[in-house]
């Protein structure tokens, strides 16, 4: 697994304190980018929280799956979660260190009390003095949250006091855009009540004590009664639960919850991602699920087709222009703006999407902009199979038959056969997972050679 280190530079801790106007939550911002350009601390929030006990938790859900690991729970991980500013929200994001679980905490314009909330995208400092501080928030008491550098506090500044340095896996930053791929296929296939949701949730087993999971294999559920009834196979209407343990974040707010949705693609037998939501006073906590504990969303493959033409790269350049730190985008709007159609203004998010640029709200339906402060290009550049692809096109490895191709890789050959969208391929990887796992290495180079992608780059 290819490796880089992110450093995260704090003007100082994140702290909860008093202050003239009661208890103060402080999140510090480190580096990140704003509709003025980059920043070394943005300031995004300055006013009071709605659901004090609420937001607190929810943050500290977004922290557990920011320090968890589902799969292999003995390596370390741990990655300040992401803000974002949307004008009139704020979200902040996380990745489990396993890459299989993504998580989100929506705090609307209702549960924010104070001034228009900012524009731009930053990690933010979430420490363990902290997380137990946090904790301690029992009552809805008053409680000021300020996201950002104190305004009065910018002169007195020499520089960060506060350094982290975290390893940012190549499989996180491809985590993030698979996640929102995924989510922007999804559907809702269940509400419960809150009442119903705690007992559900609930009910759900626990990974034991060694970190072992408590289930292993794919498990579905269903709608039935005002609540979800586990089925053994994938039936109508059903959403798959891989690994239910991975949901015990969501216990950090279940006491005030007022529903719990159901979000997932269409059964067809495989095991496949889902998102489970609660909605909270004046906010959202978003968890969504890889299709197995073991199987992190960086291999799902669902970005590579967007990533293998030269049409989607120059419309995402084109559509980014047009993005402005909306909370919402619509496609159709940006088609009409960009003189483009849907259906390539959605590969040119789903491009975007691998940069981090955007992201996806399965409760308004929409994307939403937002620039992680990764290396915009760095997921493009290591993803095996796309390098793989690119590397066999550009080595003249493809040779075209009508509607079938032959791709030499090494002393093999494999027979790629197009119907319509789709491809088969005679290689393992095809035979394993049909498709399900995106496009093979053999497939996606005939697509760039049929329609003429530059390849050179990837010949390394």
């Known amino acids: 697994m290819t490796r880089s280190v992110q450093a995260l530079a704090y003007a100082r801790p994140s702290s909860l304190e008093t202050s003239q106007v009661g208890p103060s939550l402080g999140l510090e911002t480190a580096g990140g ?33 920011a320090a968890a690991r589902y799969y292999q729970r003995t390596l370390p991980a741990s990655l300040d ?29 209702e549960g924010l009390d104070g001034q228009e909330t900012g524009h731009g995208t930053t990690n933010v400092d979430v420490n363990a003095p902290l997380r137990e501080a946090l904790s301690r928030i029992t009552a809805d008491d008053p409680l000021h949250l300020r996201v950002g550098r104190e305004e009065m506090a910018v002169t007195t500044l020499d520089g960060p006091v506060v350094e982290k340095k975290v390893p940012l896996p190549d499989r996180w930053l491809r985590g993030f855009a698979e996640a929102q791929v995924a989510s922007a296929r999804f559907d809702l296939r269940a509400e419960l009540t809150a009442a119903q949701a705690v007992a559900f949730l609930r009910s759900l087993p626990r990974s034991s004590p060694s970190g072992r999971a408590a289930t292993r294999g794919a498990r579905w559920v269903v709608a039935s009664g005002g609540s979800l009834r586990p089925t053994t196979r994938p039936v109508p209407g059903s959403v798959c639960l891989p690994g239910p343990e991975r949901l015990v974040a969501l216990q950090r707010v279940l006491r005030d919850a007022t529903a719990l949705r159901v979000y997932g693609p269409v059964a067809d037998g495989a095991a496949a991602a889902s998102a489970w939501e609660v909605v909270l006073p004046g906010m959202r906590l978003t968890l969504t699920l890889s299709p197995d504990s073991a199987r992190g969303f960086s291999g799902e493959g669902g970005v590579l087709e967007a990533l293998a033409t030269d049409d989607a790269a120059a419309d995402a ?28 203004v959605r590969a040119a998010l789903t491009r975007l999407g691998t940069a981090g640029r955007v992201g996806y709200d399965l409760a308004d339906a929409a994307y939403f902009h937002r620039e992680l402060p990764y290396d915009a290009d760095r997921a493009e550049r290591h993803n095996p199979r796309l390098v793989a692809a690119r590397r066999l096109a550009g080595e003249g490895a493809v040779s075209l038959d009508g509607s079938r191709a032959t791709v030499a890789s090494g002393d093999r050959r494999y ?12 290689c393992q990887w095809w035979a394993d997972y049909r498709g399900r796992r995106g496009p093979c290495k053999h497939a996606l180079a005939v697509r760039m050679v049929r329609r003429g992608a530059t390849v050179a780059e990837g010949v390394r």
């Open 81 to 109: 979660p992401v803000v974002t500013g949307n004008g009139d929200r704020l979200r902040f994001e996380s990745f489990s260190g396993c890459c299989g679980v993504y998580a989100r905490l929506d705090v609307l314009r």
């Open 415 to 426: 027979q790629v056969r197009e119907s319509g969208s789709a491809f088969t391929c005679t």
């Open 317 to 344: 350049e084109l559509v980014s222009v047009l993005l402005a730190w909306e909370p919402r985008i619509e496609p159709a709007s940006l088609a009409e703006q960009a003189g483009l159609s849907v259906e390539r």
């Open 33 to 65: 980018l704003t509709p003025r350009g980059a920043e070394a601390h943005p300031r995004f929030f300055a006013g009071f929280l709605s659901a004090p006990r609420t937001a607190a938790r929810g943050l500290l859900a977004v922290a557990d799956v």
